[in-house]
T-cell receptor, first 109, second 115 residues
Framework: KNEVEQSPQNLTAQEGEFITINCSYSVGISALHWLQQHPGGGIVSLFMLSSGKKKHGRLIATINIQEKHSSLHITASHPRDSAVYICAVSLYNTDKLIFGTGTRLQVFP | NAGVMQNPRHLVRRRGQEARLRCSPMKGHSHVYWYRQLPEEGLKFMVYLQKENIIDESGMPKERFSAEFPKEGPSILRIQQVVRGDSAAYFC?????????????FGQGTRLTVV
């Protein structure tokens, strides 16, 4: 079993829909990251969370430390949001990131 | 302030050749992490370096792969005698602190194709 699990693996949506991507982890962490990767592109950091909730534009990220679960929400989705969204965690006693396998999102006009 | 710079962006090597991938961290960052993304797979940690030191190489294959981060110049990931299975995207990330408890800063990646 992977230490970081994401769901769903693939997600399609119509423009304007509200989108939720989930991430569960099974290890102790110091922080959780949400990353975005466009096809053939680099990796961009969206959020770094250690507790609570963060919002940036149409993106909202939440984390529940007790339940070891985080969600990434996209409100009013747009075709330009189409990308792979990756959850990653920083472990307590190491300094490397452990990644989920990513969620491939396609938003159609 | 330039971000993390990786070059080349794309690299094609024949089986048996050497591949050298370079990563210049963000200004002021002295910690570098290399990750590999195999086709249709998630990212995996390879190695963590500070200037002139390898801190954690637990994700590096035992043979043919090496990494360095000299006092001057970029970090280098070196793959000797490449094989088709080395074809992947290699990403570098940098940090000013020992623990990645800050935003993650990634380069654009080097896409290695072994033919």
């Amino acid at each position: 079993k992977n230490e970081v699990e994401q769901s769903p693996q693939n997600l399609t949506a119509q423009e304007g829909e509200f989108i939720t991507i989930n991430c569960s982890y099974s290890v102790g962490i110091s922080a959780l990251h949400w990353l975005q990767q466009h096809p053939g592109g680099g990796i961009v950091s969206l959020f770094m969370l250690s507790s609570g909730k963060k919002k940036h534009g149409r993106l909202i990220a939440t984390i529940n430390i007790q339940e070891k679960h985080s969600s990434l929400h996209i409100t009013a989705s747009h075709p330009r949001d189409s990308a792979v969204y990756i959850c990653a965690v920083s472990l307590y006693n190491t300094d490397k990131l452990i990644f989920g396998t990513g969620t491939r999102l396609q938003v159609f006009p | 302030n330039a971000g993390v710079m990786q070059n080349p962006r794309h690299l094609v090597r024949r089986r048996g050749q050497e591949a050298r991938l370079r990563c210049s961290p963000m200004k002021g960052h002295s910690h570098v992490y290399w990750y590999r993304q195999l086709p249709e797979e998630g990212l995996k940690f390879m190695v963590y370096l500070q200037k002139e030191n390898i801190i954690d190489e637990s994700g590096m294959p035992k043979e043919r792969f090496s990494a360095e981060f000299p006092k001057e110049g970029p970090s280098i990931l070196r793959i000797q005698q490449v094989v088709r299975g080395d074809s992947a995207a290699y990403f570098c990330a940098s940090s000013p602190f020992q623990v990645m408890n800050t935003e993650a800063f990634f380069g654009q990646g080097t896409r290695l194709t072994v033919v």
